[in-house]
């Protein structure tokens, strides 16, 4: 099989997969946005007993972590462009991208504390 | 061939001694309409990330715990300060959520045209107004 190196040298196919990821975890989002609004309207607002239910309920939780990873996804692909734009020195970009992945892991982990966790 | 090479050099040779003009000055530039969209949609995620994604899990960690937690995320987020917050947020998920939906239907070629893409960003641009102030209405 002919390949062009050059195409995977400069590796060609990450742009399009952000591209791509940045659109499917949008879906993901807005539709989960439908899915809650949906709900506040059904109940006619959010008391405690609505909430609580809510996140007792194992489908709503895992719609919750489905839109928080989406969530996170989203937000790396969004502030690594940023910081590309506008972090031009190589070190500090790469400090602020090392920074950006760490704090999206740890709200990852929050997450999961906050739906699975013993409160 | 010889020809065509001299002509490229002294196309060359015209760029360095005319240079196009540069002006950029953001704050004097009258922006079209889809790039304020765009640069506010840049700026909205920013907050969101910045202070959204916290803000959003502290609220849920703190509000779920018991109705007296409930109840005190309620009174808590009833103060000016941080309505203010939620209002920014708001307005930032807003903004962000129509003109990303508007980015969609620009990638399926719908709306690529000037008019209807001057139109929908205006249109992104009223309407997350709109959907804010109405949020604004219900927080106060």
Redesign the interface.
């Known amino acids: 099989m002919v390949t062009n190196p050059s195409h995977e040298a400069v590796s060609a196919h990450y742009g399009w997969r952000d591209w791509l990821s940045q659109?499917v975890t949008?879906?993901v989002?807005?539709l989960y946005?439908l899915l809650v609004f949906g709900v506040v309207v059904w109940h006619g607002g959010l008391d405690?007993s609505v909430?609580?239910g809510l996140?007792a309920n194992n489908a709503f939780k895992l719609a919750t972590f489905l839109f928080m990873i989406a969530?996170f996804f989203h937000?790396w692909v969004?502030?690594r462009n940023?910081a590309m734009d506008y972090v031009k020195p190589t070190g500090w970009r790469l400090a602020v991208q090392m920074v950006?992945i760490c704090m999206l892991i740890a709200?990852a982990g929050?997450?999961i504390?906050?739906l699975w966790g013993a409160? | 061939m010889a020809a065509s090479g001299l002509t490229i050099m002294a196309v060359l040779e015209r760029r360095i001694v005319k240079p196009r003009p540069v002006y950029l000055n953001l704050l004097e530039i009258r922006q079209p309409l889809p790039a304020i969209v765009s640069i506010l949609h840049r700026i909205s995620g920013a907050l969101l990330f910045l202070v959204g994604i916290p803000v959003l899990l502290w609220g849920v960690h703190v509000s779920v715990a018991s109705p007296e937690a409930f109840a005190q995320w309620k009174s808590v987020m009833a103060q000016p300060l941080w309505k203010l917050v939620a209002l920014a947020l708001a307005w930032a998920y807003i903004h962000h959520l129509l003109a990303g939906l508007r980015h969609l239907a620009l990638d399926v070629h719908v709306g690529v045209e000037l008019a209807p893409a001057r139109r929908s960003s205006a249109i992104v641009l009223v309407l997350s107004l709109l959907l804010t102030i109405i949020v604004a209405v219900r927080l106060w």
């Open positions: 659109r949008a879906v989002m807005a946005t405690y909430w609580k996140f969530l937000a969004g502030v940023i950006v709200y929050w997450t504390q906050i409160v």
